[in-house]
Nanobody, 123 residues
């Protein structure tokens, strides 16, 4: 089993930056890829970004150029640096881990999920 704990959410203004962290514990050696998803209020969960074991990354078009996903393998932690935040970025953000490869944009392909952290961007 793998446990994921997100942190770093909060209330910010449009244009601000925020960094989310996701600490993994347990059988972390089994993790191939990590991802961030978000669920805006009243909407379906959506893919945000993903990273493989190395530095390969992929992003949703809506965040490309503003968000950066990275990972520190020594700390078993994945980060999501969010810049130039917009009110449309308001959502609960979830960290996820998969043993099936990397770069998947479908939540169902991820094996483990964190509890989520709220990000609210005011205009």
């Amino acid at each position: 089993q793998v446990q994921l704990v997100e942190s770093g959410g909060g209330l910010v203004q449009a244009g601000d930056s925020l960094r989310l962290s996701c600490a993994a514990s347990g059988r972390t050696f089994s993790i191939d890829g990590m991802g961030w998803f978000r669920q805006p209020p009243g909407k379906e969960r959506e893919f945000v970004a993903a990273i493989g074991r190395g530095s390969l990354t992929t992003y949703a078009d809506s965040v490309k150029g503003r968000f950066i996903i990275s990972r520190d393998n020594a700390k078993n932690t994945v980060y999501l640096q969010m810049n130039s935040l917009k009110p449309d970025d308001t959502a609960v953000y979830y960290c996820a881990a998969t043993t099936k490869g990397w770069g998947m944009q479908v939540g169902g392909l991820y094996d483990y999920w964190g509890q989520g952290t709220q990000v609210t961007v005011s205009s």
